[in-house]
């Protein structure tokens, strides 16, 4: 495997396996993803050993409900910048990352806007704040535009691995 950021890594039928299996659930113990693809604990420990030093696995995150803690309202915000200058951009980006609310965060093109954000707040009053008290007073910020998300149809984390 190369381990370079800037190389395609290439990986073989028993990496996509175990990269499959550790996306839909990255708390298997090595030994039952060791189960799981046909390999004795050891070289499975190796390969995803190898794995995260190609930096192909980032880490391991637990996925929570936002409902049941009470975060209800999730919002698409496309923003407008005054200027399109590097320095105005990584201003924007650099607060932002700052906002827990933030979930994700875009720089797009073939739009009006210039970014898309998904925030999780609980509620609209909450989202009020967050827009009027912190997205708004972000230097550069020209436009906003919000879209409430009425219902979470698909919400996937798993990469497509079929092309690899």
């Known amino acids: 495997m190369a381990k370079t950021d800037s190389e395609l890594v290439r ?24 189960e799981r693809v046909g390999l004795s604990p050891s070289p499975c420990s190796r390969r995803v050993k190898a794995l995260e030093e190609a930096g192909i696995i980032l880490g391991r995150k637990t996925l929570l409900e936002r409902r049941k803690l009470g975060l209800s309202l999730t919002v698409i915000l496309q923003i407008g910048m005054d200027r399109h200058t590097p320095e105005r951009f990584q201003e924007f980006e650099d607060q932002v990352a700052t906002y827990p609310e933030v979930q994700e965060l875009y720089l797009i093109t073939g739009q009006q806007a ?16 967050f827009l009027l ?13 919000s879209s409430f998300v009425m219902r979470r ?9 079929k092309y690899l």
């Open 11 to 34: 990986i073989d039928r028993i990496d996509r396996q175990i990269l499959e299996h550790l996306q839909k659930d990255g708390g298997l113990t090595n030994q039952q993803l060791a």
């Open 114 to 129: 210039d970014y898309i954000l998904k925030v999780v707040v609980p509620d609209m009053e909450h989202y009020q704040q």
């Open 133 to 145: 008290n912190k997205i708004t007073r972000i230097t550069g910020v020209s436009g906003v535009h």
């Open 153 to 161: 149809v698909i919400d996937n984390t798993e990469l497509p691995l």
